[in-house]
């Protein structure tokens, strides 16, 4: 049996049946797991997401991240509890050695003068400040147990040297003393609490957040170059979506990335092939019925002047028209370039067009940006949309234009019967006319808001029916993108 994975590369044919292996556990789990515990575990899965990063970087920057603090956190717990310990313990059993010798001294046959010069010459290579003073001065001790020096550095006294102690602490706790109980004696020795506590701990944590940071930082130069191509092939698709070229963009990245970008281009010379073949057998279809067309018209025209010839010139009219309609629709202008265009001005010639004594046309568009689209078929829209607004209004139509956060809003209004709600995607559909329409004798195929969405759709955008502040009805056209001044 042929195997499905890609031959040659061994670590991603093991990745391969890894992910394979996972899928197939958790399809079994879900497959035998209660209902309850499925609900909750979705649920689950739903809150976490909602939660997460949505871009591609952010998600993979906390892979990163989040099992590196983790790591952060274990090193720190364990690795560092236990090194301080031990070199904690080191320094006071160093430090219990030195006090025990200094015992040794004190409890030598020697003179109150010469003993404690013994002691000062011994004490000060220690870094040790000792002190004898009469007996029965120990005092109360103020050992605190929950303290690492003050727990390890009585443990070592009561261990080694055997005799009664007290620990106390002085100069906010930057310095310790201890006092023992000699024959005849009491040793008082206080010494700097660096001596027997390992104060330079927060140098391996500051190496380990440097070179987190620094492993983050690298990882991020990483992410951001594979980002890159997957980027680069969704703006080459939105592009093309938008009837744009982008002939600067080439696979690259991953394997997986180059793949999907050759298949990319493979659809889109696949489109455009198809694109070509429709457009020219259009253009032989439009050729022969216009000609047909032509010769009706020269024939009613040799004709004397009838009541019947009027009459068939009006239906010659109406065929041509839907003729143009038809081909407009299934041509589509998709291999129109796209370019700039003004939109205040395209906006005002659409209305001046059918500014007929129908209706009263009025736009608000001074002052919007430019935006990219393609001329023909964006006038298209617009007349078709304005078209519908003059002929079933009630004689008032509105054209206003937003811009806001990336996306170009075109508003018709008018103030004619509407259209309910259970109809407003019914009217979208090719050569469907409402009774309304039906019943008037004005010429339609019902294809104009079929082009109008079919050009919006082609730019990225949509378009959308609402009730209109003039008490009819109100097309919205959404384009994304406007060109931003400077």
């Given amino acids: 049996m042929a195997s499905d994975l890609p031959p040659g590369n061994v670590p991603s044919n093991l990745m391969h049946r890894v992910d394979r292996a996972i899928r197939t556990l958790r399809g079994a789990v879900a497959r035998h797991s209660p209902d309850v515990l499925r609900r909750v575990w979705n649920g689950a899965g739903i809150a976490v997401n909602r939660r997460l990063p949505s871009g591609l970087l952010g998600r993979s920057l906390l892979i990163i991240v989040l099992p590196m603090l983790i790591l952060m956190a274990v090193l720190t717990g364990v690795f560092m509890d236990r090194h301080w310990a031990m070199v904690t313990d080191r320094l006071s059993t160093a430090v219990t050695r030195d006090i025990g010798a200094l015992v040794a001294v004190a409890e030598m046959p020697l003179g109150e003068q010469e003993k404690q010069t013994v002691l000062a010459r011994v004490a000060a290579p220690l870094a040790l400040n000792v002190e004898l003073l009469p007996p029965g001065q120990i005092g109360r001790s103020s050992v605190d147990f929950v303290d690492i020096v003050h727990r390890m ?41 660096s001596l027997a506590y390992a104060t330079n701990w927060h140098f391996f944590l500051v190496w380990m957040a440097s070179t987190a940071l620094v492993l983050i930082l690298i990882s991020v130069i990483f992410i951001r170059n594979q980002i890159k191509p997957i980027q680069r092939l969704a703006d080459a698709a939105d592009a093309i979506g938008r009837g744009q070229l982008a002939p600067e963009f080439s696979p690259s990245g991953a394997r997986e ?22 457009t020219t057998m259009l253009a032989g279809v439009s050729h022969d019925l216009r000609t047909i067309l032509t010769r009706f018209k020269l024939e009613l025209a040799l004709q004397p002047e009838m009541e019947e010839s009027a009459a068939m010139r009006a239906d010659v009219s109406e065929m041509e028209a839907m003729l143009n309609a038809y081909l407009d629709f299934a041509r589509g202008d998709v291999d129109e370039p796209a370019q700039e265009v003004d939109l205040d001005g395209l906006l005002t010639a659409s209305a001046r067009s059918f500014d007929d004594g129908r209706a009263d046309i009025g736009v608000e568009a001074s002052g919007c940006q430019p935006v990219v689209v393609r001329p023909t078929a964006f006038r298209r829209l617009v007349d078709n949309i304005v078209s519908n607004a003059v002929r079933y209004g009630g004689g008032h139509v509105f054209i206003r234009v937003e811009q806001r956060e990336g996306w170009t809003s075109i508003m018709v209004d008018d103030d004619g019967a509407g259209i309910p709600d259970d109809e407003r995607e019914a009217v979208f559909r090719a050569f469907y006319r409402r009774d309304e329409a039906r019943n008037q004798d004005i010429p339609g195929t019902g294809l104009g808001l079929s082009i109008a969405r079919d050009v919006a759709r082609s730019h990225g955008g949509e378009i959308s029916l609402a009730v209109s502040p003039e008490g009819g009805l109100r097309v919205i056209v959404r384009l994304p993108g406007f060109r931003l001044p400077g």
């Fill in 257 to 278: 990335v180059r793949k999907a970008a050759h298949a990319f281009i493979g659809m889109r010379r696949r489109i455009e092939r198809q694109i070509e073949q429709r």
């Fill in 153 to 193: 550095l009585g443990e070592k006294l009561a261990t080694q040297i055997h005799r009664p102690f007290a620990i106390r602490t002085h100069d906010d706790g930057q310095e310790i003393e201890v006092r023992l109980a000699l024959t005849d004696a009491t040793l008082r020795v206080w010494f700097q609490r």
